[in-house]
């Protein structure tokens, strides 16, 4: 890795990117994201993202070096299956305990409600795991709406 060849951008793999001139900085051309380098280690390290992440440079491609905490990340599954599976079975044991009378007009309401709320404890679940691993899809669909809603 030196500063005067470009290379593919590690966050959206499609913008290259350039040394900054002057800096020992990198920046993206399609996503702007600003790196920084360490070019005795070969790694670079992105400096404007919310989540610290880091790419050491193999002679062909970026591999991830994102030191992953494995307390972390049991936490993190812990809880998000307990999110996904808790509140499901709250709304579930209680429709099966006292079933509403058959025929009756909010007989539908029960089951309705639980494929509602395992829809929406499914997307928190997913959120979680998406953004503990930084699932690409999402950092950039996240980065998407960072640009088109721009705090401040
Ligand atoms: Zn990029």
């Known amino acids: 890795m030196t500063f ?14 350039a040394g900054i001139t002057l800096m020992d900085a990198y920046a993206c051309s399609f996503c ?12 670079v390290r992105v400096e404007d993202s919310s989540t610290p992440m ?11 070096v994102q ?7 049991l936490v993190v599954w812990i809880c998000c299956i307990a999110v996904i ?7 579930w044991v209680p429709a099966q305990i006292f ?6 007009k909010g007989a539908w309401f ?8 395992v829809v929406a404890h499914l997307t928190i679940g997913g959120w979680l795991l998406s953004e503990h691993y930084q699932w690409r899809p999402y950092v950039m669909l996240r980065d998407r709406m960072q640009r088109m809603f721009p705090e401040s």
């Open 4 to 17: 005067n060849d470009e290379y593919e951008c590690p966050i959206c793999r499609h913008g290259k990117l």
């Open 32 to 43: 702007r994201h600003i790196f920084t380098a360490n070019l005795s280690e070969q790694i």
């Open 54 to 64: 880091a790419w050491r440079w193999s002679g062909k491609r970026w591999r991830s």
């Open 67 to 73: 030191s992953t905490n494995a307390d972390l990340t």
């Open 85 to 91: 599976v808790l509140p499901p079975v709250v709304v």
């Open 99 to 104: 079933p509403p009378l058959e025929g009756s």
């Open 110 to 117: 029960p089951n309705a409600w639980f494929v509602a709320i």
